[in-house]
């Protein structure tokens, strides 16, 4: 089993909170495209397993026109072995989402959108900088349904200064009548090196505090639950069946490769790449037959970690017992008065097979993931 993540570096405009990696000069979009094809094939022998999920991430994939999107899929399906029943993601900004491509973008194979929304407040869409209205939202659901996708997942976004309780629940009332197979939920986050980041320094923008962040964030967790999502992960919801395949062969360890400027793969032992974080070089490097990785060797701790940090973020929680398979250690004795304190406020739950976060927990996952890593030399 092994996944493709394809990163499409384009965005039409920088919404003031974003740091992923995209250019909105669109001037070299069909050159990019032509690169990351010539990747996918070069890069062929990356992958000798079956290849189970494809997911176009950016950026924004859904800008590309739809004889662009036909050239990387059929560069995909040329060079490796992708299973019938493989679950081919395209994350989608909803002005792009016409009638028209929405079709040809199903047609192509692609089953399964992910939808930017982020809010329906209008003001707070051109606050962030956002291209779309909430009516272009709501009529590109509707387009991709009538289009035939039947797996669509839409992005909230939470904690939006001046964007009250009310005006959060109102959100979420709204996505749950859209009806989606799945929700991914975000805490906005201010960026050193964005608008916001910048309005933050010149004390323009407040973040909202955390008690209010939390609040949002576990309100949301019981009322889409209340509404059939199941959480199984710190920030997604899916209804039943419904997960997104892609991001648990991430989490299962399992190999991927990812083409495109910025993007990263995993050998699934104990090797990282990384691919240049910028179009031009980008460019230049696959045209010119030059390196544009950089490769990371993990160590068997940082493995070991990487388990502990991705399976407790998980809603099924880290199994004890594999992990003490892997590591000759038990956490949960190590940690014993840690996970006591953490237990009697109610964060986790313990037994002995499985320790897993309860909502009040994944506020704090990455902290007490890092409490329970262990060092080199350990
Ligand atoms: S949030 Fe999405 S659309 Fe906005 S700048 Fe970032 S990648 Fe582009």
């Known amino acids: 089993m092994a996944g493709i993540y394809i990163h499409i570096p384009f965005c039409r405009q920088a919404c003031h909170y974003c740091d992923f990696h995209f250019s909105t000069n669109l001037s070299k979009q069909e050159e990019i495209v032509d690169a990351i094809a010539l990747e996918i094939e070069e890069r062929k022998a990356y992958l000798k397993e079956d290849v189970q999920t494809i997911y176009f991430g950016g950026g924004t994939p859904s800008l590309l026109s739809s004889a662009q999107l036909e050239k990387l899929i059929k560069a ?83 904690a939006i200064p001046d964007h009250n309780r009310e005006a959060w629940q109102q959100d979420l009332n709204q996505i749950t009548k859209m009806n989606p197979e799945h929700i991914s939920l975000y805490g906005l986050t201010i960026e050193d090196k964005t608008v916001f980041g910048k309005w933050e320094r010149e004390n323009k923008l407040i973040q909202v505090p955390e008690d209010e962040a939390a609040a949002q964030y576990l309100f949301a967790i019981d009322f889409l639950k209340s509404k059939g999502y199941r959480q199984y992960e710190v920030s997604n919801f899916g209804k039943d069946g419904c997960h997104s395949r892609h991001n648990h062969a991430y989490w299962a360890g399992v190999p991927y490769i990812g083409v495109g400027p910025g993007a990263h793969s995993f050998d699934g032992a104990f090797t990282r790449s990384f691919n240049v974080r910028n179009n031009a070089k980008y460019l230049k490097a696959i045209n010119e037959k030059l390196e544009y990785t950089e490769k990371e060797q993990l160590s068997e701790i940082q493995r070991i970690n990487e388990r502990i940090l991705t399976e407790l973020r998980t809603a099924n929680g880290i199994d004890l017992k594999a992990l003490a398979k892997l590591s000759g250690a038990n956490i949960a004795e190590i940690h014993s008065g840690f996970l006591k304190q953490m237990a009697d406020q109610n964060l986790i739950e313990l037994t002995n097979d499985n320790l897993r976060l309860l909502p009040q927990g994944f506020l704090v996952a990455d902290e007490v993931a890092l409490r329970l890593f262990f060092s080199e030399g350990e």
């Open 76 to 158: 995909v399906l040329d060079n490796y072995n992708v299973s019938e029943t493989a679950e081919i993601t395209l994350e989608a900004n909803p002005e792009d989402l016409t009638n028209g491509h929405a079709k040809s973008i199903h047609q192509l194979g692609v089953n399964r959108l992910s939808i930017g929304i982020q809010t329906f407040d209008e003001q707070k869409l051109q606050w962030m900088n956002r291209i779309h209205s909430s009516d272009e939202a709501r009529t590109a659901f509707e387009y991709a349904r009538s289009a035939g996708f039947q797996n669509i997942s839409l992005d909230l976004i939470y």
